[in-house]
């Protein structure tokens, strides 16, 4: 896999130096600590708390993403890129630094290599569309992604799909002028705005007869990490990298149950337990429907922790999420909707 050479910065370098890099070189950077491999920045990373960015340490704010080893294959990619929300991950060996293999490189060496399962875009799409009306206010838009548990929203206007709004173009539309001081993410004034203002008009589609392996080239092409899913100007689905990574990983066989986002401590004293309630349940759901997979994907925010799952079981995907206070809290409600889901499934006697 190609592998991209990036700047590199120590932990006490100031932010404001790092995003000045960021935003020439559209890259991600890497942080250093005591000359060892400390984390990630890129341009997300814009989405903190209340920051002078020429006092802030860029160390702060940077990611602790998974790191490859030089010779790496694509499983290995796969399953760093899917344990998180990454654009770049680094590539170390023996300490030293050789760059990051970018999300970008990592789908176009899955479609040359032929990696891909011959799936559709129907097979792998999470549904239903999350819309909101371009005319709300950002603050309704921060309701419901908070509410659903997701990063991005399509917008409509007259019934019709009008842009796409990320939680990443709300943080960018805040230190477009870096000389001044970053005044919290969502400050009140700007709650008020409308959506309309800040949404990207240029929406990147994918009909959902299409091949994975179609998805996987236009997010390559155009160096994005999802594609809304549409019929005549009306949203079906929305189909991401995680996504595509997920259908790799399952390919694979590696595990029946796939969990991302735990980090650090959370990982250490939870990865086990959360695995094995997963394929408990998924051993009782078995007896009844033909199972595949659960997919789970963690975010801590603040003292709260959300959950999104999706189980591909009876021949078609079902989701649920969750958030509440505790880690083993929040999984064990998500298993207990998709517990509710299935049963639903059952009492309708639909064909599996």
């Not at 309701?143 to 206007?157: A, D, G, Q």
């Not at 949404?199 to 392996?213: H, N, S």
């Not at 199972?291 to 189980?311: D, N, P």
């Not at 078609?316 to 299935?342: C, D, N, Q, R, Y």
Request: proline residues 3%; glycine residues 6%.
């Amino acid at each position: 896999m190609k592998i991209t050479h990036v700047a590199i910065f120590d932990f006490d370098e100031p932010l404001s130096k790092v995003m000045r890099e960021i935003t020439k070189t559209k890259d991600c950077v890497l942080v250093i600590k005591d000359k060892k491999y400390y984390g990630v920045i890129d341009d997300r990373a814009i989405n903190v708390g209340i920051v002078d960015m020429s006092k802030e340490k860029c160390g702060s704010v940077a990611v602790k993403a998974p790191h490859l080893a030089h010779d790496a294959d694509i499983k290995e990619a796969c399953m760093a890129f899917f344990s998180g929300r990454f654009r770049s991950i680094p590539v170390i060996e023996d300490n030293k630094i050789y760059g990051v293999i970018t999300r970008k490189a990592l789908l176009e060496e899955l479609i040359k290599s032929k990696a891909l399962p011959k799936k559709s875009v129907a097979e792998v799409m999470s549904t239903p569309v999350v819309t909101l009306d371009g005319a709300a206010t950002i603050g309704a838009a921060k309701t419901l992604m908070r509410k659903h548990n997701i990063r991005r929203l399509v917008v409509t206007e007259h019934n019709s799909m009008a842009g796409i709004l990320s939680i990443f173009d709300l943080a960018r539309a805040l230190t477009q002028n870096m000389n001044k001081k970053f005044i919290g993410p969502y400050p009140e004034k700007f709650d008020s705005q409308l959506v309309h203002s800040f949404m990207i008009d240029d929406v990147e589609t994918i009909g959902k007869g299409e091949t994975i392996t179609a998805a996987a080239g236009k997010m390559a092409k155009e160096d994005i990490s999802s594609l809304v899913v549409a019929q005549n100007n009306l949203p079906e689905g929305i189909i991401t990298t995680r996504d595509i990574f997920e259908c790799v990983l399952h390919e694979e066989k590696i595990s029946r149950v796939f969990v991302s986002g735990l980090l650090g401590r959370d990982k250490e004293e939870y990865a086990s337990s959360i695995d094995s309630e997963g394929n408990r349940f998924l051993d009782k759901l078995q007896k009844s429907v033909p199972v595949e997979f659960l997919s789970m994907h963690i975010k801590k925010e603040g003292s709260e922790y959300s959950v999104r799952a999706r189980l591909a079981a009876g021949r078609k995907l079902h989701f649920a999420s969750a958030l509440t206070w505790g880690l083993p809290e929040a999984v064990t409600a998500v298993i207990a909707e998709l517990k509710k889901i299935m049963e639903k499934e059952k009492e309708m006697k639909k064909p599996w």
